[in-house]
Nanobody, 113 residues
Framework: VQLQASGGGLVQAGGSLRLSCAAS????????MGWYRRAPGKQREWVAF???????EYRGSVKGRFTISRDNAKNTMYLQMNSLKPDDTAVYYC????????WGQGTQVTVSS
């Protein structure tokens, strides 16, 4: 399994970013996929997941601000992040949901106040 997250960067509070996750060596369309993040000094936590049928769930702190989506034809998942807050600063990862043992490098998101 190879999972490559990209699209992170430095943004001011209130700004937006769109993350992408390119998956390979996985039967992408048959897997529930999720976004996770690890903030400095904290454990990794799940952010959102999307089922094979397109149903979504979000952790409470991002609900209404983040949108997860997937394109099975491209083996790609996305996370649209709006109204970003400094508390969203973290390295963001993609994986199956529940997560498998293989993690990609992740992409850094830094939100300045």
């Amino acid at each position: 399994v190879q999972l490559q997250a990209s699209g992170g960067g430095l943004v001011q509070a209130g700004g937006s970013l769109r993350l992408s996750c390119a998956a390979s060596e996985i039967n992408f369309s048959f897997n529930v996929m999720g976004w996770y993040r690890r903030a400095p000094g904290k454990q990794r936590e799940w952010v959102a997941f999307i089922t094979t049928g397109g149903s979504t769930e979000y952790r409470g702190s991002v609900k209404g601000r983040f949108t997860i989506s997937r394109d099975n034809a491209k083996n790609t998942m996305y996370l649209q992040m709006n109204s970003l807050k400094p508390d969203d600063t973290a390295v963001y990862y993609c994986n199956t949901y529940p997560s498998g043992s293989t993690w990609g490098q992740g992409t850094q998101v830094t939100v300045s106040s």
